[in-house]
């Protein structure tokens, strides 16, 4: 049973591309989870997901970031027109739907994705 | 010993010494808490967790403290091994909503 999985684990792109990073959930879960983490920082909240529904994407910067957890297929987090300060390692985790007041929520983290902005 | 300085706090211990993690928490109506580790290059990994309504829990190894008067929650690492050098990371979270991450500590365990 694989984990959660990510990739690319590492992409550079220049200023003013755009970044696709991907996350496939555990197998059976339903929920996904992403997260921001800047050198020797703890991991910020960006966006919550179920298929074809954002739960909260309180964390997510108003401007040229979205995300997508499609019915098939892995989740996205697109960044449009990446900028420097857009370079960090980006985690995802999954969940399976537990039910209110669930715990070991983000139990299952993926290895994340380093991206790298010159 | 423990030093805070523009970097991770850092905590260095001796292979087989017992390691005490702390972490000051925010929000006191916070009513669920967790440890990460998290090796280089290399995603969190849970560790493990307790709820506002224990103030200990065990695992293997680990033992989770979590003291609400003062919002502080410690990890301690029995017999401590080179292999759980890491960054320790504890989140908490309020009701529904997502996990607050703290700063993380740096644990070096030299043989």
């Known amino acids: 049973n694989a984990g959660v999985m990510q990739n690319p684990r590492h992409l550079v792109r220049r200023r003013g591309q755009e970044a696709r990073l991907r996350c496939s959930p555990m197998k059976g879960h339903s929920h996904v989870y992403w997260y921001r983490q800047l050198p020797e920082e703890g991991l910020k909240f960006m966006v919550y997901l179920q298929k074809e529904n954002i739960i909260d994407e309180s964390g997510m910067p108003k401007e040229r970031f979205s995300a997508e957890f499609p019915k098939e297929g892995p989740s996205i987090l697109r960044i449009q027109q990446v900028v420097r300060g857009d370079s960090a390692a980006y985690f995802c985790a999954s969940s399976p739907y537990l039910g209110e007041g669930a715990v070991n929520t983000e139990a299952f983290f993926g290895q994340g994705t380093r991206l790298t902005v010159v | ?111």
Not at chain 2, 40 to 64: A, E, H, L, Y
């Open chain 2, 1 to 111: 010993g423990e030093s805070v300085g523009l970097h991770l706090p850092t905590l260095s211990v001796q292979e087989g010494d017992n390691s005490i993690i702390n972490c000051a928490y925010s929000n006191s109506a916070s009513d669920y808490f967790i440890w990460y580790k998290q090796e280089s290059g290399k995603g969190p990994q849970f560790i493990i967790d307790i709820r506002s309504n224990m103030d200990k829990r065990q695992g293997q190894r680990v033992t989770v403290l979590l003291n609400k008067t003062v919002k502080h929650l410690s990890l301690q690492i029995a017999a401590t091994q080179p292999g759980d050098s890491a960054v320790y990371f504890c989140a908490e979270r309020e009701g529904y909503s997502t996990l607050t991450f703290g700063k993380g500590t740096m644990l070096l365990v030299s043989p």
